[in-house]
């Protein structure tokens, strides 16, 4: 059963970069040729995209985020990650990472627990 | 961007109540939208794709329909596990976008 763990510093001071890895379990990110995506969620908001991966490295960013993101991924870790830099305390949210049923447009049907980042000095 | 507006933004409701909720899109998505349910603390679970397709494992009273701009999200008979949060979210280009969520609360 594919499972998804994100993982990273809880706390990022304004203006610097917020990192957090995704990791896989129970499958290997590169078979089946899914994508991998980030989403997240300001407290007590809704849901935002923040931009998808394929497993070879392609990337699809929300291009009201796209100047700051940066989504990688490592297939010998079987890990993704999200960095986002300049940061402010509008960027405080619980963030997701998530499979796409197939394609990188789909519905995501895989989420990880979500991870708490809060910005502040 | 595509905006997707839901409604209610929160309804009360018993247990065994059929509810309806509502999903607009700002233009045609086809029939590329999904729907998904939130509780408290946890992550979105996936309920409703492409519209009216129910996810495996999500019981039968869960259904959707709709294409163009207007879909709707109906739980048949509500249960007690039923009350959240419930997201749809247009699957038809990126950026790829949400609705604000309609919370199901106990009347």
């Known amino acids: 059963q594919l499972q998804l763990q994100e993982s990273g510093p809880r706390l990022v001071k304004p203006s610097e970069t917020l990192s957090l890895t995704c990791t896989v379990s129970g499958g290997s990110i590169s078979s089946g040729s899914y994508y991998w995506g980030w989403i997240r969620q300001p407290p007590g908001k809704g849901l935002q995209w923040i931009g998808t991966i394929y497993y070879s490295g392609s990337t699809y960013y929300n291009p009201s985020l796209k100047s700051r993101v940066t989504i990688s991924v490592d297939t010998s870790k079987n890990q993704f990650s999200l960095k986002l830099s300049s940061v402010t305390a509008a960027d405080t949210a619980v963030y997701y990472c998530a499979r796409p049923i197939y394609d990188f447009k789909d519905a995501f049907d895989i989420w990880g627990q979500g991870t708490m980042v809060t910005v502040s000095s | 961007d595509i905006q997707m507006t839901q409604s209610p933004s929160s309804l009360s409701a018993s247990v065994g109540d059929r509810v309806t909720i509502t999903c607009r899109a700002s233009q045609s998505i086809s029939s590329y939208l999904n729907w998904y349910q939130q509780k408290p603390g946890k992550d979105p679970k996936l309920l409703i794709y492409?519209?009216?397709s129910l996810q495996s494992g999500v019981p039968s009273r869960f259904s959707g329909s709709g294409s163009g701009t207007d879909f709707t999200l109906t739980i048949s008979s509500l249960q007690p596990e039923d009350f959240a949060t419930y997201y749809c979210?247009?699957?038809?280009?990126?950026?790829?976008?949400f609705g604000g969520g309609t919370r199901v609360e106990i009347k």
């Open positions: 492409v519209a009216s």
């Open positions: 979210q247009q699957s038809y280009s990126t950026p790829l976008t």
